[in-house]
């Protein structure tokens, strides 16, 4: 069986490197696009139909949304450093990004009608970074937008993982919609190492194996999980930084665990 290719390369090294649409992956809700552009480099859009949470992964930039400035934002110069600035903007809203140094923008996006909430800006902090798992199996997660905070069907949150760990793991999937249970979710992972010649291994499968891909990422590559299990595995030497959007016909995280691997939870 022809199983696909869930690894996405950059696509140039400066400029616009990354644009993942529902239409490219295959999917109904999720987009990712990445922006690494030099000090008084722009990038800028329309939202339309779809509702953006802007995410400075390193560098900083004047941000405008519509008539409103934003000002200056950012101020980590490293993934690996401290939390990141955000920005929230609904559908049917224009946004412009003058970048003030090096600046790595991701944008992510979903579907949204507009209206009833407002641009705002995300601080570090608003959603302070907490630590999962323990032993080999610890990461330390940064919410910036999660299901309690408002938007219509973002969810976007951003995990280092140390060298020698794994991560989003035990093995868990979320891709029925059968809540309160399980809630079907799309997800992008971006990758980032330190040191950047660095590498994870990720699995993506199903439980029948229908769907089974083992892949390599390198820094700056995304990965796609349109369905089934996705844990992440570092290697010795390398920490892990990635930056995943979910979205899906209901905003909210419920996932499912691969029951074989459930006794890990008790360990």
């Known amino acids: 069986m022809t199983q696909p290719d869930l690894r996405v390369r950059p696509s ?9 649409t529902p239409e490219s992956a295959g999917w109904g809700h999720v987009g990712f696009a990445l922006h690494k ?3 008084g480099e722009t990038a800028s859009a329309e939202t339309g139909r779809e509702e953006v949470c802007l ?13 409103e400035s934003f000002g200056e934002l950012g101020e980590r110069m490293s993934p690996f450093e401290g939390e990141p600035y955000a920005v929230y903007i609904p559908a049917g809203q224009s946004w412009h990004a003058e970048a003030t140094t090096d600046l790595e923008l991701a944008v992510c996006s979903a579907p949204g009608e507009g209206g009833s909430l407002p641009a705002r800006v995300i601080p570090p902090g608003t959603n302070p970074r907490i630590t999962r798992g323990k032993g080999s199996n610890t990461r330390h997660v940064v919410n910036i ?3 309690t905070d408002p938007a219509e069907s973002l969810l976007v949150v951003e995990v280092i993982t140390p060298a020698g760990n794994t991560s989003s793991y035990p093995p868990h999937k979320h891709d029925t919609d059968n ?5 079907l979710l799309e997800e ?10 660095g ?5 993506v499968y199903t439980d029948d194996r229908s769907l089974d891909v083992a892949m390599a990422l390198e820094d700056g590559d995304v990965s796609l999980v349109p369905r089934g299990y996705h844990p992440v595995a570092t290697i010795h030497g390398y920490d892990s930084y990635y930056l995943n959007v979910m979205a899906g016909p209901k905003r909210t995280w419920k996932f499912h665990n691969a029951k074989e691997h459930e006794w890990l939870f008790d360990n």
């Open 12 to 20: 140039a090294k400066s400029g616009l490197v990354h644009k993942v």
């Open 37 to 39: 552009l030099a000090s």
């Open 55 to 67: 995410v400075l992964v390193t560098g900083k930039a004047k941000i405008t949304v519509g008539d």
């Open 145 to 147: 937008l999660p299901e």
């Open 179 to 183: 809540l309160p249970h399980e809630s």
């Open 188 to 197: 992008t992972y971006y990758h980032r190492f330190n040191p950047s010649q």
């Open 199 to 203: 590498y994870a291994m990720q699995r």
